[in-house]
């Protein structure tokens, strides 16, 4: 028997207490489980039960000894979600390394009632043990079952809440669940130390790895804003600051790796310590997820880079053994319910089979109750070994090695026409664009940026990319590991601004679209198009485009991707009806957007 009571305020909280039957076939009372959050489909919703009282140095090992699983249900829908060991239930405030409290987070997709049955098992290794039988039961919480009602979502604007879980649709663009709107990143891929942050728990500040890269965001502490979230009495304001910044600037992405030992940093990792593989710091986690979700709220899709090339081979020599399963099961249980983000198997991948990394891929696909965006990223490696069904794959993480962005272009198209002549269109982004030296350098020594605009910005864009992040080169201030001040880059942020507000304003719809560059003379030009009703002709120098209407009409205009003139309305205008040919020109010999729009056949004369 249960007894549901449900309390109203500001944040909803049902408490369920249930009788539960245990192995041993007794009755034993257990204590409250505990729903919190705001109950509202796409909001977080949190359930901690009281379960053994443990600690993160205890034997048993309470992350490889136990495991908790929820299944969540509404009519059709079902969804295992892994929980995990929450030391207090308070440890980002209490830095608490002990307690009995265990959780697991969930994502409504739909209102109503839901149901949920918790799972918790014990025995050697079971945490990363696949299998739902496996092992034993370990009482407490383990059958117990409740329900909680959730109403529609009241959020708006950037809030990705309002938008509902970014999904791989079998496009090149992902696309929102509950908006149906596809989407468009531009963000900062650098510094990829971005957790390396002072404010956080844990003695990787001090134990002599790399101590000096620590970050404060010191220069962002007044970008956080009354009502943002901090910890322990006010820390986090820089690094929540740096997030509201990007977001002002009108960024949707940022990138980080959450575990960097043997890498560039060295102060990123989940673990108790530097030498730690199958022991969490809960306090540090919770204040990761303090800023991953203070992030989905500002509208920023998370790019978690789980590896770098340094360490692609630490857990379990590249194996998907027990190291490799709890460190992803972990980002799955703690982090899993945000609606936008990608897993990225690894940064530079060069050294793993292709075995290992269809291990990696499958596990995430199979163990992620969402199922996001899989991307791994390349260096020496090209991954073609992944596409189609050969991997669980649904995009790519795309680095190029030219300063001057030339390569982005090319490659993005070649990427997309791989993965859709394989059967299975992969989301492609440019998340590293340039080289590892240069790269987006700050707008002290590159104002214009103009070739990052055109052939990285644009040129990603232009070929059906799902967008760019912007890489930060070591050769130069504010670097990969040294950047504490996005504003460094703000003039890049503006032109990303521009372009992002333009396909929102237009209804431009690139997920429909493909590049087709050869419809032109100039092959220094890009195109984009679903042909038969809307062209886009990026023109890097200027020049004529010659256009002739056999059916139909066409509007056109053109954008300037430097000013954002145009956003208003497009400049120059003009109407092509059928059988006219007429020479559009751009309006300086400078980089230009023409836009043509409308319905039925039109051609371009070469």
């Known amino acids: 028997m249960r007894k549901a009571i449900l309390l109203q305020g500001p944040i909803f909280q049902i408490i369920v207490t249930s009788i539960v039957i245990l192995a041993s076939g007794c009755f034993n009372f257990v204590d409250a489980a505990t729903v919190t959050g705001q109950l509202k489909m796409w ?63 969930f994502a409504p997709n739909s209102t109503g009632t839901w149901k949920y049955k918790a799972s918790f098992r014990k025995g050697e290794n079971i945490s990363v043990n696949d299998d739902p039988a496996a092992g034993q039961s370990a009482g407490f919480m383990d059958g117990q079952t409740g329900t909680f009602k959730v109403a529609p979502t009241d959020k708006n604007g950037r809030d990705m809440r309002a938008k509902g879980l970014l999904q791989y649709v079998g496009k090149h663009h992902l696309r929102f669940a509950g908006t149906g709107e596809y989407f468009l990143k ?40 009354q009502g943002d979230p901090t910890w322990q009495k006010g820390k986090g304001k820089g690094i929540i600051g740096a997030i509201n910044y990007l977001a002002s600037e009108g960024m949707n992405a940022f990138s980080f790796l959450p575990m960097n030992i043997e890498g560039d940093d060295r102060n990123v990792f989940p673990y108790l ?17 303090i800023v991953f979700s203070h992030g989905n709220k500002m509208g920023m899709y998370l790019h978690f880079k789980t590896m770098e090339t340094e360490n692609e081979l630490l857990l379990d020599k590249g194996d998907l053994g027990p190291q490799r399963k709890l460190y992803y099961r972990e980002l799955i249980a703690r982090f899993s319910h945000h609606l936008a983000l990608n897993w ?13 990394k269809k291990a990696w891929a499958k ?28 991997s669980e794959l649904t995009g790519f993480s795309l680095q190029t090695n030219k300063p001057d962005f030339s390569q982005v272009h090319k490659r993005v198209r070649d990427y997309i026409d791989r993965s859709a002549a394989a059967g299975k269109p992969w989301v492609v982004a440019c998340d590293e664009p340039g080289d590892a030296q240069h790269a987006l350098i700050t707008d002290s020594e590159d104002p214009s940026h103009d070739n990052a605009r ?16 912007w890489y930060f080169g070591y050769k130069h201030p504010h670097s990969d590991l040294t950047c504490q001040d996005f504003r460094t880059r703000k003039k890049m942020w503006t032109q990303c601004r521009y372009a992002l507000q333009f396909f929102d304003k237009y209804q431009i719809p690139f997920w429909d679209m493909k590049c087709k560059d050869e419809l032109t003379a100039n092959t220094d030009d890009y195109v984009l198009c679903k042909e038969g009703e809307v062209y886009l002709v990026y023109l890097k120098s200027g020049g004529k485009v010659s256009v002739a209407v056999d059916r139909g009409k066409f509007d056109c205009g053109w954008f300037n991707p430097r000013t954002g003139n ?41």
């Open 43 to 105: 909001h977080k919703v949190t359930i901690t039960f009281d379960g053994p009282d443990t600690g993160e140095k205890a034997v048993p090992n309470p992350f490889m000894y136990y495991r908790l699983n929820v299944t969540f249900s509404n009519g059709g829908k079902s969804f295992v979600v892994p929980g995990y060991y929450a030391a207090d239930g308070n440890a980002a405030d209490s830095s608490a390394d002990s307690g009995n409290k265990w959780r697991v987070h």
């Open 186 to 225: 531009c963000g900062a891929d650098a510094p990829e130390n971005f957790l390396a942050y002072a404010d956080f728990d844990g003695d990787f500040k001090k134990d002599g790895h790399k101590d000096n890269l620590i970050k404060t965001w010191q220069p962002h502490v007044k970008d956080w804003r």
């Open 273 to 289: 310590t530097y030498n730690d593989r199958d022991r969490l710091d809960c306090s540090r986690l919770d204040q990761w997820e």
């Open 344 to 356: 990225n198997l690894g940064e530079e991948i060069n050294d793993a089979t292709t075995a290992q």
């Open 363 to 390: 596990y995430f696909w199979t163990n992620d109750p969402y199922q996001h965006n899989i991307v791994i990223h390349n260096m020496g490696n090209p991954h073609h070994d992944l596409l189609g069904d050969a």
């Open 454 to 469: 055109k052939n990285a910005l644009w040129g990603a864009i232009m070929a059906g990319g799902a967008g760019v992040e």
């Open 566 to 606: 145009g956003l208003k309305d497009l400049l120059k205008k003009r109407s092509i009806a059928a059988g006219k040919k007429v020479e559009l020109t751009a309006p300086d010999n400078k980089d230009w957007l023409l836009v043509i729009k409308g319905k039925g056949k039109l051609n371009f004369a070469h």
